[in-house]
């Protein structure tokens, strides 16, 4: 079986990648690792790695697109979830023999190396990507915040922990206490109950949030939350998912506190 390592990206969709790069780059301080155009997908691309997992961003260039039809109906926000694997053919190939709703049947080329989608009705509503980066590609980047955490919110958890078992053979760390941790390599999935999701999720389904870490607070903080409401508009009351950027609600939290 093909195994799951890590989330490799989370895909936010975005008006304009420079937009974002003033939020993501000048502010967080992540690297672009990858800008290109991926034409099939209408989208202009880029990867920023953060800790282990990667921001990818995608802005629209044809207007026919699934990215465009997504921010027109949606707004920006997040829009995927990749999960990296050793064998992106395999985790198709065994996703079908379970009878998945399926994008991909056959690993194609994108961003992240070869890719593949599962079709959102595979897992509660959230569109899960494959892919299996080049070798030699390296996974993640150290510094100063890193990737701590999806939130996702379903309305069944149960149900949605039994459908991330079966299709990607994750396992809740902990059923005790909301929100149910699912790990993946040094980060991790957040399941919360609807009825029970944080004030600022509210009215959330499916991808809802990312959670950062600092290894420090101070002027990273700050600048964070003032990008967040300078560029946005955001009217951030707490660190814990109040932060919104580029339509992606954020917790932030300093390593040392959690
Ligand atoms: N996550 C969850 N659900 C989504 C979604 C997303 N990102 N995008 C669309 N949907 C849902 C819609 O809400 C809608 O649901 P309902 O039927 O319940 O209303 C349904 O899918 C159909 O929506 P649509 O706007 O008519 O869109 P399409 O059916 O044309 O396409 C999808 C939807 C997911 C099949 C298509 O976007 C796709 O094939 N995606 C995979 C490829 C992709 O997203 N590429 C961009 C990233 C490229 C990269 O990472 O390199």
């Not at 920023?48 to 961003?57: A, V």
């Not at 699934?66 to 990749?82: M, T, Y």
């Not at 050793?86 to 198709?92: E, R, T, W």
């Not at 996974?139 to 039994?162: C, K, M, R, S």
């Amino acid at each position: 079986m093909a195994t799951l390592s890590r989330i490799h990206h989370v895909g936010i969709v975005v008006r304009s990648l420079e937009q974002a790069y003033a939020f993501w780059r000048d502010a967080v301080g992540l690297t672009v690792h990858k800008e290109a155009t991926v034409k099939d997908q209408g989208v202009r691309a880029a990867l920023l790695p953060c800790g282990e997992t990667e921001i990818e961003l995608l802005e629209p260039i044809d207007p026919e697109g699934g990215v465009a039809k997504f921010l027109a109906k949606r707004g920006e926000g997040l829009h995927h979830l990749c999960f990296e694997t050793d064998d992106v053919a395999q985790a198709l190939t065994a996703a079908k023999a379970k009878g998945l709703p399926m994008i991909d049947e056959t690993p194609r080329p994108g961003l992240a190396g070869m890719i593949g989608f599962l079709h959102p009705k595979a897992s509660c509503g959230v569109l899960v990507e494959y892919a299996t980066p080049p070798p030699g590609a390296a996974a993640g980047q150290a510094g100063e915040i890193a990737f701590d955490h999806l939130a996702l919110i379903v309305d069944d958890v149960p149900e949605a922990i039994a459908a991330f078992s079966r299709n990607f053979d994750l396992r809740a760390g902990t059923t005790s206490g909301a929100p149910v941790r699912l790990p993946v390599g040094q980060s991790a999935i957040l399941m919360f109950a609807a009825s029970a999701a944080p004030a600022a999720l509210a009215g959330i389904r499916g991808l809802a949030a990312i959670g950062l870490r600092m290894r420090s607070g101070g002027a990273l903080l700050d600048r964070i939350t003032a990008a967040a409401k300078s560029h946005l508009g955001a009217s951030e009351k707490s660190l814990e998912y109040g932060t919104t950027a580029h339509g992606v609600p954020l917790a932030l939290r300093v390593a040392s506190r959690t």
